[in-house]
């Protein structure tokens, strides 16, 4: 099974309707991050937690939410999706530590979101 | 401002015919490079992380290095199968989060 998976993997919606992307992780990190990915940009940071009571904020936050339901569960939430909001979403995970081997992150499948 | 360029956009090789691709980068405290592999429709899977310049790694026909400015990815004698978007990231200790370049597309022909 993988480590880390993303509900759904695909996803249709129109503008304005509210969104909620799920990611769930069994490697036993504490650390979660959720990024989009668009065509020639590369992957943007929009919230990360580094456990449950810790969120922050990231590079493109603005119209979008989080919620860390427990250590292994981190949610992404549009509340009002709008068409520039169309990409793929991924999931990520790492340990927790002052270390910089606790840096690398581990990545989901992707959620590949269109807002018409 | 914390950045990272990773050259070029897309490369075609032949199969067997090796290839370097570049990643450049300006960062605050470097704790860390990171390489990663992409498959279309699918999440980035982590290949090397280097933590100081004159550090290589390698895996199969893989082989990174890094210096104060630049990593490269050498692939030797590359397959088809190595066809995938390469991706780039540093880990900014000033900003204490991972910056990714925009990748590169390797497209292996047999």
């Known amino acids: 099974d993988a480590d880390v998976t993303q509900t759904p993997r695909n996803r249709i919606t129109k503008t304005g309707k509210r969104i909620m992307l799920e990611c769930s992780q069994t490697?036993?990190?504490?650390?979660m991050y959720w990024y989009r990915q668009d065509p020639g940009l590369g992957l943007r940071l929009i919230y990360y937690s580094f456990d449950v009571k810790d969120i922050n904020k990231g590079e493109i936050s603005d119209g979008y939410s989080v919620s860390r339901q427990a250590q292994a569960k981190f949610s992404l939430s549009l509340e009002s999706a709008i068409p520039n909001q169309t990409a793929l979403y991924f999931c990520?995970?790492?340990?927790?530590?002052?270390?910089?081997?606790?840096?690398?992150?581990?990545f989901g499948p992707g959620t590949r979101l269109t807002v018409l | 401002e914390d950045q990272v360029t990773q050259s070029p956009e897309a490369l075609r090789p032949q199969e067997g015919e090796s290839s370097s691709l570049n990643c450049s980068y300006t960062v605050s405290g470097l704790r860390g490079l990171f390489w990663y592999r992409q498959d279309p429709g699918k999440g980035p899977e982590f290949l090397f992380t280097?933590?100081?310049a004159g550090e290589e790694k390698e895996k199969e026909r893989l082989k990174a290095t890094l210096t104060k400015k630049e990593s490269f990815l050498h692939i030797t004698a590359p397959k088809p199968e190595d066809s995938a978007t390469y991706l780039c990231a540093v880990f900014s200790g000033g900003y204490n989060k991972l910056i990714f370049g925009a990748g590169t597309r390797l497209a292996v022909h047999p």
């Open positions: 490697k036993g990190h504490d650390r």
């Open positions: 280097l933590y100081s």
């Open positions: 990520a995970t790492s340990e927790l530590g002052q270390g910089a081997s606790t840096d690398t992150q581990y």
